[in-house]
């Protein structure tokens, strides 16, 4: 008697996705914040005790009809900084925002930093 072979279909291996490859981030690129352009005008003068200096002319906060207090460093040393001039500064000081100084005005290129001495 033969012996019948039973065949038993096996199914064929599901076919699985390629796994997509991790994807590697590029570097990260920082962008800067554009550095503003600082204009410190310093003066080096003696107001005398309990005195104020002030600065007036054409530049970012200053006009010619009030007076911007200036911040004293030392001294005889007095200073304020302008933010993003976009042109010269140009500016006479005042004691008590009620004297001027005397002679021309000052021109002070934007981004830089300016030592003047006034005359009163």
């Known amino acids: 008697m033969k012996k019948k072979t039973k065949i038993i279909k096996t199914p064929a291996p599901a076919k699985t996705a390629a796994k997509p490859r991790k994807k590697t981030a590029a570097p990260a690129v920082k962008k800067s914040a554009p550095k503003a352009v600082v204009t410190t ?48 500064v140009v500016c006479k000081f005042l004691i008590n925002d009620l004297i001027w100084c005397a002679g021309d005005d000052f021109v002070v290129t934007p981004g830089t930093k300016a030592v003047l001495t006034p005359i009163f």
């Open 41 to 88: 005008i310093s003066a080096q003068v003696n107001v005398g005790f309990g005195n104020m200096l002030y600065i007036r002319g054409v530049g970012p906060g200053l006009s010619w009809e009030k007076g911007l207090a200036m911040t004293c460093m030392a001294d005889e040393l007095w200073a304020t900084s302008l933010a993003d001039a976009a042109g010269p």
